[in-house]
């Protein structure tokens, strides 16, 4: 999928709206097709991977979801997530996550979690090993070393240096009121049976004030997922997006008979239509209904959403649409 201007995007929402209105939630049935997974951003297609290789062997959807994230976790090299991630403004690597299953509506979720590299482990134990569903800072991280996690050290030689260039620049933002650097990764998941799966993880906003919490742990916002109309994830500046609750938005669309890219579309729309100076920054979002149906979309071309798209057993890279051209 190209990025598309706004007359464009509009057009093909309403094209797909006459398509599909008249579907239902009662129509959102399985087709048998398969999974299908959809992340965000380029390290998807690794996540994508690795969930597909989990649900092929045996495992939930659940498993498939929290094991596809880990290997983004894991990974130094993106260094807005996990292992790796940028440090809030006092140097200390501060995780967020949050998992969310369509078949029983329970979520678990961390905020603030130091020292343990795989939040989205851990958010899934709060789901299903406790009658929470969010646990933050100090409790959530002895809750996660009760569970067995183990501490470690969440900077890298890469990610210190980029910390001390940030500090040590005189003019440097002072990110009380602005910042950079929050991509996530988010995964939503069908199983092809009906039922479906959302996900997100991240070291949120790059020099963050401590304690700032945003979109991507919190149900209904960073993630939301129900077997009855679809799941969704959304990515970008949390700190807006939160304001809006997209993922929950984009579901209930899907629960009144929209396809997932004009759930995805009308999420856009909503946020254009109460902030005309939107464009300034990153937000997007993706989708999937119970049938493996996807939607994605970005607010504007100039930051375009790339997510990864696994369907029948291989994977693509593809670009959102973008709302504002
Ligand atoms: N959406 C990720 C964040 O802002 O923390």
New binding site residues.
């Given amino acids: 999928m190209e990025p598309i201007d706004r007359r464009t995007f509009l057009a093909a929402g309403a094209a797909t709206a006459a398509s599909l209105g008249t579907a239902s939630p009662a129509a959102a049935k399985a087709d048998k097709s398969g999974a299908v997974f959809l992340s965000t951003w380029k390290w998807g297609v690794h996540a994508n991977t690795r969930a597909a290789e989990v649900l092929d062997g045996g495992g939930s959807l659940l498993d498939a979801v929290e094991k596809g994230i880990n290997v983004v976790e894991d990974d130094p090299n993106v260094m807005t997530v996990g292992y790796g991630g940028l440090p809030n403004a006092q140097g200390e690597v501060e995780l ?1 996550a949050g998992i969310m299953d369509g078949t029983t509506h329970r979520a678990g979720s961390i905020c603030n979690l130091h020292k343990i590299k795989n939040p989205i482990s851990v958010a899934r134990l709060v789901m299903e090993r406790t009658r929470h569903t969010t646990l933050a800072g100090e409790g959530a991280l002895q809750f996660a070393i009760a569970m067995g996690f183990a501490p470690m050290q969440l900077l890298t030689p890469k990610s210190l240096e980029a910390w001390l260039k940030w500090r040590s620049t005189p003019d440097r933002k002072s990110f009380w009121i602005d910042g950079e650097h ?3 990764i988010g995964m939503v998941a069908a199983d092809g049976e009906g039922k479906v799966v959302a996900g997100c993880s ?1 070291s ?2 790059a020099w963050k004030i401590p304690g ?1 919490v ?3 742990p919190l149900v209904g916002c ?1 993630y939301y997922a129900d077997d009855a109309a679809g799941a969704a994830s ?6 807006v ?1 939160t304001n809006y609750c997209t993922s929950a938005f984009i579901v209930q669309q899907m629960a009144r008979g929209a396809h997932p890219q004009e759930a995805c579309e009308e999420c856009m729309r909503m946020m254009a239509r109460s902030a005309p100076d939107i464009h300034t920054d990153m937000y997007c979002v993706i989708a999937i209904n119970p049938r493996g149906e996807i939607g994605a979309a970005s607010m504007n071309s100039k930051q375009p959403l790339q997510y990864a798209h696994w369907r029948g057993g291989s994977g693509t890279l593809e670009t959102a649409a973008a709302f504002l051209g």
Wanted: proline residues 0%; aromatic residues 0%.
């Fill in positions: 967020d929050h991509d996530t991240t949120g906003l700032r945003a979109d991507s960073g959304a990515t970008g500046d949390g700190d997006m």
